[in-house]
């Protein structure tokens, strides 16, 4: 499918060098925006390349009524030598037509996932920022815009990506987080839409994920939706445990997002002295080997902090240190390796990086 390219009217003002750093998430967009329609009778349609601007949906959009929507989150990184890098972009489009299939809503040919990511980021290119730890976040995003209240599937969808500068993940540099273990809020059952990233999983979250900042947590891990019992995903990361040479985490039994940082580290471990054991892990049993000491790391992956290292974890108002408290070898090695993978300090042995022509 051809991408039309429709001029700038006006240029914003990107950041500047020394701005960088400090660029909050998800706040600055760049200039451009892709977008391409799909309709029952007509399949996908007028891929375009626009100026980014306003949407101007009917109130009785489906999207609104019935939450047919899906997303994904990637990053583009500029290296030393000015080299504009996307880390197994391919797996953000598989993953997408998972969540679409689920969804019913079409899927989006591989191809043209990439494609429209590639050429939006050869014109936005100057967005991708330079300084240490930033890089440029691609969200593509599908939404159902049939005017029609009715639960059924929509007749015509908006695909559609968007792209903004962030700053470092960690500003304050690279520290363990405190987290809490939520026992009473639900957010996903197998067979549900747990495993999908749709935007009705994040709203589930966000009640759980509120009262644990009152307490002063920053994440909530939660359990599974059927018996409270068993560790699943903490807010938009995967969370990993590690005991001495082996590294611990939930299968992927439909409540649990994929993550495709959790399948980098899955990958990584074994080249970094570690065994990687996918099993359900019960929470008693988890607080009781952290307690013992045999649980000596934890951390989270995820696309925007990549790393997120676990010093405490609160469980029923008791609060469990894991390890000393401080960044384990380990996580501080994936966490090494993998942004340095991504930014082109390492090298890549796996294939993950596509470069930008």
């Given amino acids: 499918m051809e991408i039309r390219i429709l001029p700038l009217t006006e240029r914003k003002n990107k950041p500047s060098l020394s701005e960088e750093s400090k660029l909050s998430f998800g706040r600055i967009f760049t200039n451009r925006m892709f977008m391409a329609e799909w309709k029952t009778d007509r399949g996908w349609f007028d891929a375009r390349i626009v100026p980014y601007a306003p949407f101007v949906l009917d109130p009785a959009c489906m ?70 730890g930033t890089s440029l976040y691609i969200r593509p995003t599908m939404i159902a815009v049939e005017p029609a209240l009715g639960v059924k599937p929509s007749d015509h969808y908006y695909f559609y990506i968007i792209l903004c500068p962030v700053g470092p993940y960690y500003p304050a540099g690279f520290n363990p987080v405190k987290i809490m273990v939520e026992d009473k809020y639900v957010r996903a059952v197998p067979g549900g839409t747990g495993d999908v990233k749709t935007g009705g999983n994040y709203a589930a979250s966000l009640k759980g994920a509120l009262e644990a900042k009152k307490k002063g947590f920053e994440q909530v891990l939660w359990l599974d939706g059927v018996q409270h019992r068993f560790v699943e995903e903490v ?123």
Avoid at 303 to 325: K, M, Q, W
Wanted: proline residues 4%.
């Fill in 235 to 357: 807010g938009a990361m995967n969370m990993f445990f590690a005991y001495e040479d082996l590294v611990v985490t939930a299968p992927l039994t439909g409540s649990i997002l994929g993550g495709i940082t959790r399948d980098s580290v899955m990958k990584l471990s074994d080249s970094l002295g570690f065994k990687v054991e996918e099993r359900q892990i019960d929470i008693c049993e988890l607080i009781a080997d952290i307690r013992s000491g045999d649980v000596t790391e934890a951390f989270g992956s995820g696309t925007a902090a990549v790393i997120t290292p676990v010093g405490h974890i609160s469980y029923r108002d008791e609060l469990y240190r894991i390890g000393d408290g401080d960044v384990g070898a380990f996580t501080r090695d994936l966490y090494n390796t993998l942004t340095g993978i991504q930014y082109g300090r390492c090298e890549d042995k796996f294939g993950w990086i596509r470069k930008i022509a």
């Fill in 63 to 132: 999207v609104f009524h019935y939450a047919q929507e899906i997303f994904e989150g990637l990053k583009a990184y500029r290296w030393s030598d000015g080299t504009i890098a996307l880390f197994r972009p391919e797996m953000n489009a598989r993953r997408f037509n998972r969540s679409a299939e689920r969804m019913c809503m079409p899927d989006v040919p591989e191809e043209l996932f990439i494609k429209a990511i590639e050429e939006l980021l050869r014109l936005e290119k100057e967005w991708v920022p330079s300084a240490p």
